[in-house]
């Protein structure tokens, strides 16, 4: 087998080695039914027992109260972005914040159901910060608020999140698992689980069953989270292996301590990347400091061309993925659970002699 890189993508992304290691030796046989997890039936009682592990192994490490229902469900965060507002908008309005690609995303999906009220906005610097959630206007009668809690291409994250009437509803796709939630102070949280717990193909939802019991009278059955919470995630066929390779993740999460000891990792990890970046002549990192993202660190050197000087070189040291999104150009290392500080210190060393060379 050719070594294995240092993978900084956002998402499709890394993911533990033990994890894949295990998933590679038990692929023709799995749990004694002769069968890869591939290709067993979705009813079979050796997948159910995947599926009940996973909801459960989620319920413990993120403390989700019982009156929630944990279901997995297909389409990528962007179906959520349907979903949200199909599955809650009852009164015909609802107020989102602007902080990032995917949140105006968020906030132009729900325009198609109803009033989507952009009542924050951080484009004027370029998604650099968040707006200060104690002075946003928030909509009388709103049925939710919605909020992008890490924003993947921007490397800006909430460092406190709002307090509101209407139910918060939050985008956790490239955070979720690297930080301690009062889960009990969201209405909803779905995340799209290729950037910090899977492959692509699952989205989990938290959602407080109180909130979902009616669904807007055109909304897709699949969409129904009440359905699929109904359905214990088994309404159709699900993403089996997705799902699969999820649990594998959860258990290898509780395994290393849970959501606290991976968040103090995750701390250590951002803080040596972002302490070189501020020290360095070279790199640059816009994002205000309180609202800098520990999963997606986006940096520039002062030229275009330099930075493709880096991606390729950062390559062939085998730090790979480093390209910034291309609505931001630049570097983008995005170091999620799954990314060892060892992954972190290469680069940071890599950096070093760049600068050096590169002065
Ligand atoms: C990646 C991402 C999405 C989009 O996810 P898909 O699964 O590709 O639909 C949405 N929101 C955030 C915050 C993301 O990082």
């Known amino acids: ?23 590679q030796e038990e692929f023709l046989d799995f749990a004694g039914t002769g069968m890869s997890v591939c290709e067993i039936s979705h009813r079979d009682k050796a997948y159910d027992a995947v599926v009940k592990e996973a909801e459960a192994l989620t319920r413990e490490l993120l403390n989700v109260p019982d009156d929630y229902a944990v279901i997995f469900v297909q389409g990528g965060a962007s179906t959520q972005f349907a979903a949200v507002p199909l599955n809650l908008m009852h009164g015909g309005k609802a107020d989102y914040i602007v902080t990032g690609n995917f949140a105006k995303k968020a906030w132009q999906e729900g325009q198609i159901y109803g009033e989507a009220v952009k009542i924050g906005d951080s484009s004027d610097k370029v998604y650099t910060y968040i707006p200060d959630v104690d002075k946003l206007n928030y909509s009388e ?15 800006s994250r909430y460092d406190k999140f709002p307090e509101c009437k209407a139910p918060l509803v939050a985008d956790m796709s490239s955070e979720i698992f690297s ?26 939802v938290i959602a407080k069953r109180s909130l979902i019991q009616d669904p807007l009278k055109y909304c897709p059955t699949m969409l129904k989270w009440k359905v699929q919470d109904e359905n214990g995630s088994l309404y159709n066929t699900p ?54 993202s520990i999963m997606n660190v986006p940096f520039v050197t002062p030229s275009a061309e330099l930075d493709a000087k880096f991606i390729a070189e950062a390559k062939k040291a085998g730090l790979v993925s480093l390209k910034g999104h291309r609505l931001v150009g630049g570097m983008r290392a995005s170091i999620y659970n799954a990314m060892p500080v060892e992954g972190v210190t290469s680069l940071i060393d890599f950096m070093k002699k760049f600068e050096l060379e590169n002065k």
């Not at 087998?1 to 894949?20: C, D, Q």
């Not at 969201?186 to 899977?198: D, P, R, S």
């Not at 999820?246 to 951002?270: C, F, Q, S, T, W």
């Open 239 to 292: 993403p089996a292996f997705s799902i699969y390779m999820a649990n594998l993740v959860l258990r290898d999460l509780k395994a290393k301590g849970g959501v606290k000891a991976m968040n103090e990792i995750d701390v250590y990890k951002a803080g040596l990347l972002y302490d070189f970046i501020d020290n360095s002549s070279l790199f640059t990192n816009n994002v205000e400091k309180r609202y800098r």
């Open 1 to 23: 087998m050719s070594e294995r890189v240092y993978n900084f993508a956002a998402g499709p992304s890394t993911l533990p080695l033990g994890v894949l290691k295990q998933a």
């Open 179 to 204: 930080r301690e939630v009062d889960i009990s102070k969201f209405g909803v949280i779905y995340a799209g689980a290729q950037k910090n717990l899977a492959p692509a193909g699952v989205t989990i």
């Open 141 to 155: 009668g709103a049925d939710y608020v919605h909020i992008t809690s890490n924003n993947t291409i921007f490397g």
